[in-house]
């Protein structure tokens, strides 16, 4: 097979498909960021939202919402197509995503947290739960989380960027929800 790149009306088609397969109906699937700093961060993970169409991206404490010049930048729009709240209290927020049927997931390098890779079904629908750039999420939300999940790292940093993290989680959900290996979301671009 011959590879190229997709044109904008290849996009196009594409962005109709998807429109027309999924109306309004969204992966169980929801993130929450509990005192993200960088709204260049969160501008990028709206957009991965949007990618992995995501029922909830919910911002919590001080993390900028897209009112902010610096998300909508970063988005390119995302904000307009990712269901979005801000809570500031996360806990209220733990609440809300059970109340919906979720399990909460914290995303955090800790003792006893089990690898991403080993999500299965009946994990979902979940929220999983990202932290600051620096400190990650507090003792006190790892300990109302419904269970921990870790990216493994093999370097001397021992962390991700958060919006990488996000991307790395998301994409790992979809896999173990089956979306990926659904022969119809294979890209099939017009003809040249």
Not at 71 to 89: C, D, F, M, R, Y
């Amino acid at each position: 097979m011959e590879h190229r790149r997709l044109s904008f009306d290849d996009i196009a088609t594409l962005r109709a498909e998807t429109h027309f397969r999924y109306g309004a109906l969204r992966h169980p699937i929801g993130v929450m960021l509990w005192n993200v700093r960088s709204a260049y961060n969160v501008g990028s993970i709206f957009r991965t939202c949007d990618a992995t169409r995501v029922e909830q991206l919910v911002l919590c404490g001080y993390t900028p919402n897209p009112t902010t010049g610096k998300v909508h930048k970063t988005s390119l729009g995302a904000e307009q197509t990712v269901p979005w709240v801000h809570i500031a209290n996360p806990f209220e927020a733990f609440e809300r995503q059970r109340r919906a049927g979720h399990r909460i997931l914290a995303v955090e390098l800790a003792a006893g947290a089990r690898s991403y890779a080993t999500l299965t079904a009946e994990d979902f629908p979940a929220t999983f739960v990202f932290g600051n750039e620096l400190v990650g999420i507090s003792d006190e939300l790892l300990r109302a989380s419904d269970d921990a999940i870790v990216i493994p790292m093999f370097g001397e940093k021992h962390s991700l960027n958060v919006a990488v993290s996000v991307g790395v989680v998301l994409y790992r959900a979809l896999e173990t929800l089956g979306v990926l290996t659904a022969a119809e979301f294979v890209l099939r671009p017009t003809a040249p």
